[in-house]
């Protein structure tokens, strides 16, 4: 095997999405128009600041965007990927896909 075929360039892959935990939000919200918190937090089985962490991080660099929702008793926070983040999660799968070969 040729030696420059080994050569993986790693700084390629976006270090925001190359979490555990914020891979799967970025594959979630990828497939739905918007989604609860509560939602998201059972189909990652998270706990409340964990995810609200990797959100923050997330809505931070532009990826996601946040809508609260409120009624006379409670708020609800719904969250949805940005253009930014389809596109740099677009790009993080083609890395990937590169860089495993």
Same mark, same amino acid.
């Given at each position: 095997m040729a030696k $420059?075929?080994?050569?993986?360039?790693?700084?390629?892959l976006d270090n925001l999405i190359h979490s555990r935990i914020r891979l799967a939000l970025m594959a979630i919200l990828t497939r739905v128009d918007d989604i609860s918190f509560n939602e998201l937090k059972k189909?990652?089985?998270?706990? $409340?600041?964990n995810l609200s962490t990797h959100l923050k991080k997330l809505e931070a660099s532009g990826y996601i965007s946040v809508t609260k929702i409120t009624d006379d008793t409670k708020t609800e926070s719904r969250y949805k990927v940005t253009q930014k983040g389809l596109s740099a999660f677009a790009e993080y799968i083609v890395n990937l896909e590169e860089f495993v070969g």
């Open positions: $420059d075929s080994l050569s993986l360039d790693y700084k390629k189909a990652l089985n998270a706990t $409340d600041g």
